[in-house]
């Protein structure tokens, strides 16, 4: 797969939602994967998307109130954790490639990005907002 466009920073034509009411907003009618994560650890699901669903398998219900541990397994590369943890602990946006698994227990690589959510107005960083891209489909 072409991955040249994929992975450059945030893609400038789009505006990605700075605080959680603008990502919810965005996540309702995007065609990319969404979820929006807790901001203190451990990270917990808030909310996904139905092309979230599709591409993980997994309903809402099954998500919402979960860590990612559960999309883990064998082939989840431990460095690229650390890394994803260590950007969220400080506060920072990070992209990568990561392993994770369906409900069906099938891996998938996906592109993910990950960005900080401020309360309205900035400030405070409330949630993290992320993107996952199946690499088959890049």
Known sequence: PSTQNFFQPWNESVVYP????????YASSSSDAVVITEAQAPFKIVCVNKPWTLLCEYEVAEAVGRTFRFMQGADTDACSLERLVDAVQHRRSVQMMLVNYKKSGRSFANFLRVKPLSSHGGGEITHYFGILKDYEEL
């Open 18 to 25: 700075d605080d959680l009411y603008s990502a919810l907003i």
